[in-house]
């Protein structure tokens, strides 16, 4: 009884023990993925769909974790039985061993194939999953579009197609898979076969074996073919962890962003200077020779048509993209070479689209503050007219506001998108169309708190509207590319 328990006891915290020792690995895997994730640059994220990076921070993680468990220590295991079965055939005939490897061998290789082709099944099995994925995150993201429009069909056609090839892949790398140990086991069998021919010919015509020997010899080699199928299962899920494991490591290795080292700026000194600046998204260029500058204090506006580059202007100031060619020079230094992370702590920036969290209405105002002051959250609050709607909702400040802030209104996220920056008490603020979305009583309520934010700060401000264009020193208008002063 007393033995019984106490295996059950230490059985339970031997697994145990394991269990937390790999799911500490796989945490420690994932956390590092993201603090990864947060370096890239923006030009990864908009090049790449989300599913891809999401995929490679769950069920990659996941797949490293099963091919260590269930591939790489059963292979260990089993290669340790091999070496003592091998080791046995060896002592009682070497001559025979040396057949039965020259057997065995093209048996070997053809799995090796068959494993090889099984590794580029997975990944494309991988790469099918991840635009499943996609799919489904673009569909809950424009779900009101495809409702409004009654596209549902459509949709699900799109998402129908993608799950099929999916199913079709999979079935693909079942099928090689389930191949893979029948098959071995046929080939395993003929060379038994093989082997009992030259045995026979060995005990009888050589007589270089006693049929005793042989026996044991050919229990050694029939005991190999356990420990061989096992480790032909084992690595199938072996590659395909070396697969997922390759793909999270090209993740870990894609070049960041230089936000760390470098120049570290103290504070805005003397001004901010485009030297013509150009710059190409891919090969079209937005912006062919943009240069003005902004001097300490000074409020500038830029205006332009639509898709013009004006918030590719602002997006190269946060250094998000880096130019072409010339140069952005702040304080005398290229922004090449500044800490990017100590600029744009100085920067509070409204974004043309607001973007915000699945948290309360304080978390999303004192984002990127690890203590949160609730008065400066209130006044930051108050001077973008965010406070009255805030105040009228269910928790008040704390009221969680749904994933991208859907339970509000375009005009309520922008205030709020102004509230956060206003929050930061910023040097430098820079705004782009933070009145498109808003009537004329809330856009004018907004451009009075303005006129008080913007005193004694640095700004930039994108915008149409003429009142918003009384409050600054100039405005300058972008045009093909260049900049003219109106
Ligand atoms: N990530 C991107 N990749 C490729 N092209 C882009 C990207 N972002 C913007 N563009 C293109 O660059 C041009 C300038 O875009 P930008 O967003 O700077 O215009 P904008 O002046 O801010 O327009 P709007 O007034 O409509 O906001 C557009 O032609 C746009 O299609
Ligand atoms: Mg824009």
Redesign the pocket.
């Known amino acids: 009884m007393v033995i019984f328990l106490l295996r059950g006891i230490v059985g339970y915290a031997q697994r145990y023990l394991g269990a937390k020792l790999e799911e500490g690995i796989i945490k420690e895997i994932r956390d590092k993925l993201y603090t990864r994730i947060h370096a890239l640059p923006l030009?990864y994220f908009?090049?790449e769909h989300s599913g891809h990076l999401i995929a490679r921070a769950t069920s990659d993680v996941d797949g490293i974790r099963r091919g260590i468990k269930d591939g790489f220590l059963p292979i260990i295991r089993e290669t340790m039985l091999i070496l003592v079965y091998g080791g046995i055939a060896i002592y009682l005939s070497p001559m025979l061993f040396l057949y039965t490897v020259a057997i065995f061998l093209p048996i070997f290789l053809i799995i090796q194939r068959l494993s090889m082709k099984l590794r580029h099944e997975s990944e494309r099995v991988q790469n099918r999953m991840a635009k499943v994925t996609r799919a489904l995150s673009e569909t809950f993201g424009g779900i009101k579009v495809i409702k409004a429009y009654a596209a549902e069909a459509e949709d699900k056609r799109r998402f129908d197609k993608l799950t099929l090839a999916h199913m079709r892949t999979m079935l693909k790398f079942e099928r090689l898979s389930l191949i893979g140990t029948p098959l071995a086991e046929f080939m395993f069998a003929l060379a038994i076969a093989v082997m009992l021919i030259l045995g026979a010919y060995a005990i009888f015509i050589k007589h270089v074996l006693t049929a005793s020997e042989f026996i044991l010899f050919i229990g050694a080699i029939v005991a190999l073919v356990q420990p061989v199928r096992n480790i032909a299962q084992a690595n199938s899920l072996l590659q395909r962890a070396i697969n997922v494991t390759d793909r999270v490591y090209r993740v870990m290795e894609l070049p960041c962003e230089r936000t760390h080292g470098g120049i570290p700026l103290g504070g805005l000194k003397e001004c901010i200077v485009f030297d013509n600046v150009h710059f190409a998204?891919?090969t079209?260029y937005?912006l062919v020779g943009v240069s003005f500058s902004i001097h300490k204090g000074e409020k500038i506006a830029i205006i332009?048509?639509?898709?013009?580059?004006?918030?590719?202007?602002?997006?190269l100031l946060l250094g998000f993209y880096e130019p072409t060619h010339g140069r952005i020079i702040v304080d005398g230094y290229d922004l090449r070479e500044i800490d990017l992370r100590s600029w744009r702590k100085r920067i509070g920036v409204v974004t043309?689209e607001p973007i915000l969290f699945n948290t309360s209405i304080i978390e999303n105002i004192a984002l990127g503050e690890p203590t949160v002051d609730i008065k400066r959250v209130k006044r930051a609050a108050m001077l973008a007219h965010a406070d009255e709607f805030i105040s009228k909702l269910p928790d008040g400040y704390n009221t969680v506001i749904g994933e991208r802030g859907i339970t509000l209104s375009g005009g309520e996220r922008q205030r709020l998108a102004l509230a956060r920056a206003i929050y930061k008490e910023p040097e430098i603020l820079i705004l782009?169309?933070v009145t498109a979305y808003l009537d004329r009583e809330s856009a004018q309520k907004i451009e009075a708190a303005l006129e008080e934010v913007l005193k004694g700060r640095t700004a930039l401000i994108?915008t149409h509207d003429e009142s918003t264009l009384k409050l600054v020193d100039r405005v300058l208008e972008?045009r093909d590319g260049r900049i003219y002063s109106i």
């Open positions: 030009s908009v090049k998204y891919d079209e937005v332009g048509t639509s898709g013009v580059g004006k918030t590719t202007i602002v997006d043309q782009d169309e994108i972008l």
